[in-house]
């Protein structure tokens, strides 16, 4: 890790950013519970910076992504990224703030797990999956491009979109994918829709069963993306980890994550080889935004999965320790039938958040 993004005492540097609607109730929420997770687990306390994305960055630099704010990231350890409502702001803005930073940081891998909690009501209550979404190119045009979008116009009445998928980008997720199989039940199912797109597809395919031979203790198979569709409603318990390109896990996860029972939920880290971003499955939710009724469980859980990446990769146990906190406090909080009211409870944020930021100190 570079020191420039340390203290003087060491202590881990981590970007707060609020975004729109409900983004400054959850962050918020999250940055409570990291905080009581540190400090049971032992760990040192974390420098927060607060950073400016979407409408609030509009009014202060006329843009929703300001220079400042990526020059800033660039010198932390990780961030959090709260939710953003890009649909809202005017046109010539219209560019996701987050899929900005993926692609500026080169943040190439979305972790995305859905598992049903005990005491939530779930349409799958024997989900545990994780989907591994390559986050760089496919068919996401807002990011496949050197510069620019990968959608054109050439008149009124035509529009296209170029799906990009190279060698090197399937390598990377394959082996995420990969390595994350082997710390959980060992299986890797590659989702794609090489039948009808055989070159593009078919490369993704090919590359992720070329990287498995490097993985002999991993079992591999692979899906059509209509397929797993259905084979996720019938029976979500074979799966284990799935890995796919940009548009195919976003679609997926979203399906998954109300399997398990809410989008409320659904956590996800950003990361490549030195960055990571938490960041939840959700939107901004800007009719919730100031009510205190939004569910932070998703960037609490996003949250513990930033400390569990810092702690692995910088071989710093406390750090784990916190993640595990996070995620046992908000599993035994809902167990006790604390929830907020997508899941059908009466908890307000604050009320949820307090819950599992005094569970964070149980054994």
């Known amino acids: 890790m570079s020191e420039a993004r340390r203290t003087d005492a060491g202590r881990l540097r981590l970007g ?29 306390p974390v420098e927060w910076l607060p950073l400016s994305i979407g409408h609030r960055a509009l ?19 990780g961030w959090i990224l709260g939710p953003h409502d890009n649909a809202s702001y005017p046109a010539e803005h219209r560019v996701a703030p987050g899929g900005a930073i993926r692609k500026h940081f080169g943040l190439y891998a979305n972790i995305r797990p859905a598992r049903a909690f005990p005491g939530v009501r779930a349409a799958a209550p024997d989900i545990d999956l994780v989907i591994v979404r390559e986050n760089s ?15 054109f116009r050439p008149t009124e009445d035509i529009a296209m979109s170029v799906g990009v998928v190279t060698r090197r980008a399937c390598e990377l997720i394959a082996h995420e994918a990969l390595r994350l199989a082997s710390t959980r ?10 039948n009808v797109l055989p070159m593009t597809m078919g ?15 991993v079992q591999v198979d692979d899906e059509h993306v209509d397929a797993t569709a259905a084979h996720l409603v019938r029976a979500p318990g074979d799966f284990d980890v799935l890995v796919t390109e940009n548009l195919f896990g976003d679609i997926l996860s979203d399906l998954a994550a109300e ?9 996800s880290l950003n990361c490549s080889g030195d960055r990571a971003m938490a960041q939840a499955v959700h939107g901004a939710a800007p009719t919730l935004a100031g009510r205190n009724r939004a569910n932070p469980a998703a960037l609490q859980l996003s949250s513990a999965m930033l400390l569990q990446w810092l702690g692995i990769r ?50």
Request: charged share 25%; aromatic share 6%; proline share 3%.
């Open 16 to 44: 707060l950013i609020d975004g729109d609607g409900i983004g400054p109730e959850v962050v918020g929420s999250a940055r409570a519970v990291v905080d009581e997770a540190l400090a049971a687990a032992g760990a040192d």
């Open 59 to 77: 009014d202060e630099f006329g843009t929703p992504l300001p220079r400042q704010t990526l020059d800033a990231l660039a010198e932390l350890d």
């Open 137 to 151: 190119e496919g068919f996401y045009a807002d990011r496949n491009m050197f510069a620019g979008s990968g959608e």
């Open 185 to 194: 039940r060992k299986r890797v199912t590659i989702v794609h829709k090489a």
């Open 203 to 217: 490369l993704f395919r090919d590359v992720c069963y070329e990287v498995a031979r490097q993985y002999p203790g």
């Open 259 to 267: 399997l398990s029972g809410s989008l409320g939920l659904a956590a």
């Open 314 to 363: 910088h071989a710093t146990p406390t750090l784990t320790q916190a993640a595990e906190r996070i995620e046992r406090a908000v599993a035994t909080t809902l167990e006790a039938g604390i929830a907020t009211a997508d899941l059908g409870g009466l908890a307000s944020t604050s009320e949820f958040t307090e819950q599992v930021s005094a569970r964070v100190h149980r054994r």
